[in-house]
């Protein structure tokens, strides 16, 4: 476990900088890496003010299984009174799936592919900015 989280540590360090560089970067961003894949199953997204916001991942491996089927969990990693929400956009069309508002406590959630193709774009927000999109793919 130790080797995943070191691994997980290091693959996502690149992304919190982007992402804490580019917090308030408009919707039409483009997809900056993937969620469902092997080497990035975890996204942490950090304000300009380099908070930890929030944090989002897979409920399990096999949420990566091509049955269309998005398992994730979002967390709210910051007491402050503020929520996070995960923003999908998915078949032209934009849908929040999840709000997570209980610091430390991961929400479970379904995103189910809209057009049959197992693609979607998804950033983390919160009442400061969202985070860049994600392409989360094979699902």
Not at 19 to 28: G, I
Not at 32 to 52: E, G
Not at 85 to 94: K, M, N, S
Request: aromatic share 12%; charged share 15%.
């Amino acid at each position: 476990m130790y080797s995943r989280f070191s691994h997980v540590c290091k693959s996502f360090s690149a992304m919190v900088l982007v992402a804490t560089l580019l917090v308030m970067t408009p919707v039409a961003t483009p997809p900056a890496a993937a969620i469902c894949t092997p080497n990035a199953d975890r996204m942490i997204f950090t304000s300009p003010d380099n908070v930890r916001r929030a944090v989002e991942q897979t409920q399990y491996p096999s949420t990566c299984d091509g049955d269309k089927r998005y398992y994730g969990e979002l967390q709210d990693s910051i007491t402050d009174g503020s929520c996070v929400w995960a923003v999908y956009l998915d078949g032209g069309q934009y849908s929040t799936d999840v709000v997570a508002c209980t610091t430390g406590v991961f929400k479970h959630y379904t995103h189910w592919d809209q057009n049959n193709n197992t693609v979607s774009f998804v950033q983390l927000c919160w009442n400061g900015g969202c985070s860049p999109q994600i392409s989360n793919h094979s699902y």
